[in-house]
């Protein structure tokens, strides 16, 4: 599976963003697609994921309430809604598969390439 993130940008603090992710290639029912980010200089960090077949989600505590992922399993497609935006949000952002729920990065095994989101104060 080959995933490519898209929707980032440059955006002011309060603001929102929509991220979007496409898969191409068979997800299965088992799989999990995840958000990460990774600021410069920092880690990366899980931010949420949903599993693929049915709605169940976990987020990172520093994105509840105001991240909600989703999925369009007839397109393909996961997307990260963010709203009200903080500068600590900046970072680039990356979409991911794992067999499991999981909030490790080392449990996701397909990366896409990332999607920059700046958000200014």
Known sequence: VQLQASGG?????????????????RIFSSHVMGWFRQAPGKER??????????ASTIYAESVKGRFTISKDNAKNMVYLQMNSLK????????????NGLSTYFREYNNWG??????VSS
Do not use: M, N, P
């Not at 940008?9 to 290639?25: D, E, I, M, P, T």
């Not at 960090?45 to 049915?54: G, H, L």
């Not at 970072?91 to 598969?97: D, I």
């Not at 390439?113 to 700046?118: I, L």
């Open 45 to 54: 960090e899980f931010v949420a994921a949903i599993r693929w077949s049915r």
């Open 113 to 118: 390439q990332g999607t920059e989101v700046t």
């Open 87 to 98: 500068s600590e949000d900046t970072a680039v952002y990356y979409c991911a598969k794992a």
């Open 9 to 25: 940008g440059l955006v002011q603090a309060g603001g929102s963003l929509r991220l979007s992710c496409s898969a191409s290639g």
